[in-house]
Every structure is written in structure tokens, then in C-alpha cells.
């Protein structure tokens, strides 16, 4: 069975209605909340090693503190004066609010930023989860609704990014591209649908340059609907082009400084990206608007290569440093021992090779939910919801094949074409019972479940793990933990030395500042760091003077301490984990034998 087929009717109960969708997704999110109040809530207080979560909330407090709503420096991290986000304010502005609000109700700050850590994650995962509903919904009727909810709150729980204190853009970015889809899925019977799935792609854009691959493919499914059907889609592509193009521009005039609208930025939405879209989105609204361009299928395509060229065109001669990879400037040193290990930014081909785990976890329903699709497209039974759906699937699919954060997409959208599957074989149940009807049906909901899949591949692995694997598996503490850091935040503030890993950490748990941070725009900080570890010594020493480093933080359990100490074996850092320490350091008391041990400098009294 495809998710491609006509559904059959059937003599049964009142299937729910769209208000019903609501009851339904609140019901999810609540036990989602509920599951984590029960384990206490832990990843608010060990953040699991995502140092993004973490930074955005000290740059929700720094502009809570006074520091400008333009102003995007971490003067806290890197060399003197820090460096500039590529973040948006889209999102801090949100979870500052919610502060603001928490604090004045409850009088606390602490609570207040609790409040936003878990309210935000389940406001957003009710959105995202609502709009895969109603994207069910329109894509294979009322009866894909509950299988919906089911396996679409399972997948977004086991994506980790709608965890309490998930408070990094990439919850929503889903959520957006979810919302634009769902309303592209409506469009053909709702008058506003297309305007504000204009409006949900320009702001999955100003949100991160993550989404541009599906921006782009929105955009070009758009542009082909309307080449086939004129009558049909010549509304939508005009109101999502104008759409699109106004919330573009609304958001370069709100977000950007006046000083920096003409400094193009390829990693963050900058003139680049206002520009393209402004002439996407305006061109497009013109060609489905006026009679002479889109008259013949031959004009309209004609019409539409004239505007990609026009795209091209400015994109090569005003912007052509955008072509290049994202990474493509990135220091040697930087790209061999800080991106190439990052978990989330390897590739399907490295993960074949050295964790074929995640391969299963994070491809098997995408990949089944394209199989459906491309069986339902073979049969002959393509629809415009098919392109859509299918359209974006592949492409995620591709985005997570080159790096496998991209998996949290397709992940996602998956669910619709598999709850239209599950929806099918439960209508020829209830159709003709029967015990195999009854096996199909079970079938369908375990081989759509995510988790289960993960499970699954996980004890096929724990079969074959070796002794020695164990033993690495339970090596000492990596220091994600807040209680790690309560040593550190009762020193008077510093300047610390530290791996890349620790650095978000310290500046959310203490009033530190550090070196290095996992962001590619801190260069020069996080070469500085590298160089200090991994050179001798006398040249640490050299750097803490000259630098006016207060303490050194060491986590021997942290997986980037054993890469450099790996990298350089007598090297500074390699020299500290195995006990020799320089006549200018002595431990802090209170932290010999922790997880994160410190030293403090001596130099200079």
C-alpha cells in the first residue's frame, strides 16, 4: 500500500475534526512534558553537550542586561572584545519575553529562566506537532490524524531538539517548515494559506541559513505547480511570493543595522539573502500576475528561466563568495580537529563506517517514507500534495546524507506519508477484518516508529560490543553537567583557559569569559586555545601572560581533551592530564579530584 492511493470509505465512527486536532496534539505535548518532570527535568542541568542551548541563553541575558538588539557579540568568548553571532534576535526576542514575564510573576530570575527553558521547547513542539497533523490531514485525510499525533510526537521527542532547555534555533526551524508545509497543503482551499507559507519561509530563512536547501525547494515546487496549472495555482505562487518577499524585507529592516545593510553575510540572513529573496519572491508574483508572462506554458517557463538567470546573475556577480561551501574558509587546524568531529555535521558515508547505529536511528523511516513514496508516484497516483511532501523529503534526505543534523527534517517528514500509510491499512481493516488485516496494521505502526527503530539497532550492536568498547563507553565524566561548574562559579571572574567543548558552559554557569567556543566565527579564539594545548609549556605560559588568563580548566573525561592529548602527547594539555604541572599553576582545593579540575595562574602574584 502507498500513501499515493484513493482512500476507501468506510461505514465507521465520526472521524476527528480539525478542532479535535488541537485536543490531540495539546494531549502529546503534556505527556512529553510530563515524561521529563518525571526524570526531574535533568536536561536542565546537564545540557548533554549541546553548548548552542546553552549560549543562546547567555545571549538571552546579555540582552536582557542592556546589550543592544543589533549588537550580536559574545564579548565573552574569543580573543579581547569577543566576535559576532550569526544568530537571530527572531529568537531571542521570544524567549526574553517569556523571562520577563516569569521574573515579574515569580520575583525570581532563576525561575523565570526555568520557566522559558521548559514552557519554549513545549510551545514549539505543540506547533510543530500541530502543523504535521493538519499537513496529515490535507495530505491523506481525517483517518491519518491519530497516526499523526502518535508517531509524529514520537519522532519529535526522539529528535531531542524539543527537549526542556532547548532553546537553539533548530526547534524552530522544524516547526517553520512544517507550518509552511501544512499551509502549502491548504492553500487550494484557504484563502490566506499561501500568503503566510510566504511569510513561514522567510522567517525559516532569517532564522538560520540551515533552511535555505528548503526554502529553495518550497520555492521551486511552487514555481512548477503554477507552470502545470495556471488556474490552479496562479493565486498561491503570487500570494506566496508576495508574502515571502514582504516578510524578508520586514525582517532586514528589523533585525539588521543600518550601518550593516551593506555588508553581505553568506552564514546568517544579511543583504545576500534580502536581495535574493526580494527579487524571488516579487518575480515570481509577477509572472503568475501578469496575463503576457503567463499565458502559455512555453511563456511561463520562459518567464521563470529569465528570473533564475536574473537570480543567478546578481547572486554571481554581487555575492559570488556565497558559492562556496559553507566551510570553505575554515582554518585547516579548525576543519581536522574541531568540524570533522562534530557528531551532528558528519556524513551518511562516515557513519556507514564507524556508527552504523545512528545509520539505522537516524535513516530507516526517512528512508521508508520515501520507498512509499516513490511506489505511489510509480503507480501513477502523483497529486500536487505528493510533489510537496516528496519534494521536501528527498531533499532533507540528501541534506542529512552530507550531514546528519539535516536527519531532524526528514525525520519529521517522514510522518506524514507513513500515517498515510497507517491510515490506509486500518480503513481495509475495519473494510474486511481478519487476523492478518489486524498483523498488517501492527506492522505498520512498529516499521513507522522511529524510537523503535533505534531501539532495535541498538541491541543488534550491544550483541557484537566488545570488551574494550565497554571500557570506553565508561570512561570518567565529561563535564556537561551544571554541578561541574559550581567550583568554578564561586571564583572571582577570569579569563579561563579551556577546550572548545567547556566554553559555552562556563559562560552559562559562571561570569567567566574564555577563549574557544564550538562556532566558526570565533577563529582566532579558538586557534588561540588550540595552540596553548597543544604546544609545549613555556608557550601556555607565554599566552597566559600575554592574555591575562586567571585559571586553566582540565576535563579528562571530555572526548576533544583526549583528541589534542592524542594530537600532541607532549604537548601542555597532555602534560596536564598526566599530572605535570608547571611551576606557574597550583590546583584549586576544592576541585582535585572532580570532574573539571582547575588551576589557578601565579604569574604576576
Given at each position: 500500500m502507498t500513501p499515493a492511493d484513493t482512500m476507501i470509505s468506510v461505514e465507521a465512527k465520526p472521524l476527528p475534526s480539525r478542532r479535535n486536532d488541537l485536543a490531540l496534539v495539546l494531549v502529546a505535548t503534556l505527556v512529553m512534558v510530563a515524561v521529563s518532570a518525571l526524570s526531574g527535568f535533568r536536561?536542565?542541568?546537564?545540557?548533554?553537550?549541546?553548548?548552542?542551548?546553552?549560549?543562546?541563553?547567555?545571549?538571552?541575558?546579555?540582552?536582557?542586561?542592556?546589550?543592544?538588539?543589533f549588537d550580536l557579540h559574545q564579548y565573552r568568548m574569543g580573543l579581547e572584545g569577543g566576535f559576532v553571532m550569526h544568530w537571530s534576535r527572531l529568537v531571542d526576542a521570544p524567549l526574553a519575553a517569556i523571562v520577563l514575564v516569569a521574573s515579574a510573576l515569580t520575583g525570581s530570575m532563576a525561575r523565570a529562566e526555568t520557566t522559558a527553558e521548559v514552557l519554549w521547547p513545549a510551545l514549539l513542539f505543540y506547533l510543530a506537532l500541530l502543523f504535521t497533523a493538519r499537513a496529515a490531514r490535507s495530505f491523506a485525510g481525517a483517518a491519518a490524524v491519530l497516526p499523526a499525533v502518535v508517531i509524529g510526537a514520537a519522532a519529535?521527542?526522539?529528535?531531542?531538539?524539543?527537549?526542556?532547555?532547548s532553546l537553539d534555533h533548530h526547534n524552530v526551524q522544524l516547526t517553520l517548515t512544517m507550518a509552511c508545509l501544512s499551509l502549502l497543503l491548504d492553500a487550494p482551499v484557504q484563502r490566506w494559506a499561501a500568503l503566510l507559507a510566504g511569510l513561514c519561509a522567510a522567517l525559516m530563512l532569517a532564522v538560520g541559513m540551515e533552511t535555505a536547501p528548503y526554502v529553495a525547494t518550497i520555492g521551486a515546487c511552487i514555481a512548477l505547480l503554477f507552470v502545470a496549472d495556471p488556474s490552479g495555482e496562479g493565486r498561491i505562487a503570487r500570494d506566496f511570493g508576495l508574502g515571502f518577499a514582504g516578510?524578508?524585507?520586514?525582517?532586514?529592516?528589523?533585525?539588521?543595522?543600518?550601518?550593516?545593510?551593506?555588508?553581505?553575510?553568506?552564514?546568517?540572513?544579511?543583504?545576500?539573502?534580502?536581495?535574493?529573496?526580494?527579487?524571488?519572491?516579487?518575480?515570481?508574483?509577477?509572472?503568475?500576475?501578469?496575463?503576457?508572462?503567463?499565458?502559455t506554458v512555453g511563456r511561463r517557463l520562459f518567464a521563470l528561466g529569465l528570473l533564475v538567470l536574473v537570480l543567478g546573475a546578481v547572486v554571481v556577480s554581487l555575492f559570488p563568495q556565497c558559492l562556496a561551501a559553507p566551510y570553505a574558509n575554515l582554518d585547516p587546524r579548525l576543519r581536522e580537529l574541531w568540524l570533522d568531529n562534530i557528531e551532528e555535521a558528519q556524513s551518511l558515508y562516515k557513519l556507514v563506517i564507524y556508527n552504523q547505529v545512528a545509520v539505522v536511528e537516524r535513516f530507516a523511516t526517512p528512508l521508508v517514507a520515501i520507498l512509499l513514496m516513490a511506489l505511489g508516484l510509480g503507480r501513477g497516483g502523483s497529486r500536487r500534495q505528493d510533489s510537496l511532501v516528496g519534494a521536501l523529503l528527498v531533499v532533507a534526505f540528501l541534506v542529512s546524507a552530507?550531514?546528519?543534523?539535516?536527519?531532524?527534517?526528514?525525520?519529521?517528514?517522514?510522518?506524514?506519508?507513513?500515517?498515510?500509510?497507517?491510515?490506509k491499512w486500518r480503513q481495509r481493516a475495519e473494510a474486511s477484518p481478519s487476523r492478518g488485516a489486524a498483523l498488517r496494521v501492527a506492522a505498520a505502526w512498529l516499521v513507522s516508529v522511529n524510537a523503535l527503530w533505534a531501539c532495535a539497532a541498538v541491541a543488534a550492536s550491544s550483541a557484537f560490543e566488545t570488551a574494550a568498547a565497554v571500557k570506553a563507553a565508561s570512561v570518567d565524566g565529561n563535564c556537561q553537567g551544571k554541578t561541574s561548574f559550581a567550583a568554578l562559579s564561586q571564583l572571582p571572574d577570569t579569563t579561563v583557559l579551556a577546550i572548545s567543548n567547556l566554553g559555552s558552559p562556563i559562560l552559562a554557569y559562571s561570569g567567566h569569559r574564555v577563549f574557544a567556543g564550538p562556532y566558526h566565527r570565533?577563529?582566532?579564539?579558538?586557534?588561540?586555545?588550540?595552540d596553548t594545548f597543544l604546544g609545549s609549556a613555556a608557550d601556555a605560559r607565554s599566552v597566559v601572560e600575554s592574555h591575562h588568563v586567571g585559571l586553566v580548566a582540565l576535563c579528562r573525561g571530555n572526548p576533544e581533551t583526549r583528541l589534542l592529548v592524542g594530537r600532541a602527547p607532549d604537548g601542555f594539555l597532555a602534560g596536564l592530564t598526566r599530572g605535570n604541572l608547571p611551576d606557574w599553576l597550583e590546583p584549586v582545593a576544592e576541585t582535585r579530584g572532580a570532574q573539571l579540575e582547575l588551576y589557578r595562574v601565579k604569574l604576576g602574584g
Open positions: 536536561d536542565l542541568t546537564d545540557a548533554g553537550g549541546d553548548n548552542d542551548n546553552l549560549l543562546r541563553l547567555v545571549e538571552v541575558r546579555d540582552m536582557l542586561a542592556g546589550q543592544g538588539w519529535l521527542h526522539f529528535i531531542g531538539i524539543f527537549s526542556p532547555g516578510v524578508s524585507g520586514l525582517v532586514f529592516l528589523t533585525t539588521i543595522a543600518p550601518s550593516a545593510w551593506g555588508q553581505p553575510q553568506c552564514d546568517a540572513f544579511s543583504t545576500v539573502q534580502f536581495v535574493v529573496a526580494a527579487l524571488a519572491g516579487c518575480g515570481l508574483a509577477a509572472v503568475a500576475s501578469l496575463d503576457m508572462a503567463n499565458a552530507w550531514q546528519v543534523r539535516g536527519s531532524t527534517f526528514s525525520i519529521a517528514l517522514a510522518v506524514i506519508p507513513l500515517c498515510a500509510w497507517i491510515a570565533n577563529v582566532a579564539g579558538n586557534l588561540l586555545a588550540l
